[in-house]
């Protein structure tokens, strides 16, 4: 093992050192294997000229693997004394590359602006929040060209689902609105500590522009979530609230080119921006 990388021993003496005890309120689930960060910074393909922004980096297990690989890393830890330890622990592991390191002791959800624009996310994202920090970064930092993030493997198949599949929904449209999403992997529950009771897979996002729409991203994102919040319904009833009738819904939807009986599974993120323009 690379002494400059954290195994089950030192993860677990750093916790006891500085009192922490892993939280489900925080989804914090700490990686004990170096070859797992090693894998994750390889994917993810990032470089020297990369700003990388992890959120939730917990005791540094990510954070050293990618050190030696950026410029620098931008690091947003919610708990303050795990962003108190964070460069305690470079500093002692890394001390050449402590210079690379910025953390903020933030809530990922709600920070707006970071020391640098960032280029990339890199994250083992807290299953409690993985979607809504995903999408916070992806429409916050305009600049992050790439995204390589570890979730639950349940949220991992949502995300990376085409039109059509059984777990196709609300975050598979959402995040192709930003970017090409495909799975990138998968992680065993043995490589974390506490294990969690559930795999974990990797998602790789690579930026590509919106879909061609007058239709603010805003109410793109309106009819989406209309559409999935009574999924078994066809559009036309669906969308009824949201368009100010079943009548109306069902103009909106012809006039986008959509079967009004159609399911709002069955749609690309392009078909719901012809219906929201078709709102407007």
Known sequence: MNDSLLGPAQVRELAERYGIRPTKQRGQNFVIDPNTVRRIARVAEVGADDVVLEVGPGLGSLTLALLPLV?????????ETLASAL??????????????????????????KL?????????????????PVLLHALETYPTIRRCLVMVQAEVADRLAAPPG??????????????????????????VFW???????????????????TDA?????????????????????????QWAGGAVRSEEILRAAGVDPMTRGEMLSVEDFARIAEQRS
């Open 71 to 79: 410029r620098r890393v931008i690091a947003v830890e919610i708990d």
């Open 87 to 112: 460069p305690k622990t470079i500093a002692e592991y890394q001390p050449e590359h402590l210079d690379r390191l910025d953390v903020v002791c933030a809530d990922a959800l709600h920070i707006k």
């Open 115 to 131: 020391p640098e624009a960032p280029t990339a996310l890199v994250s083992n994202l807290p299953y409690n929040v993985a979607v």
């Open 165 to 190: 599949s059984r777990t196709y929904g609300v975050p598979s449209v959402k995040a192709r609105w930003y970017a090409d999403v495909r799975l990138a992997g998968s992680v065993p529950p043995s």
């Open 194 to 212: 506490p294990a969690p009771r559930v795999d974990s897979g990797l998602v790789l996002l690579e930026r590509r522009d919106p879909p061609t």
């Open 216 to 240: 603010p991203q805003k109410a793109v994102f309106a009819a989406i979530d209309a559409a999935f919040a009574q999924r078994r319904k066809g559009l036309r009833s669906a969308l009824s």
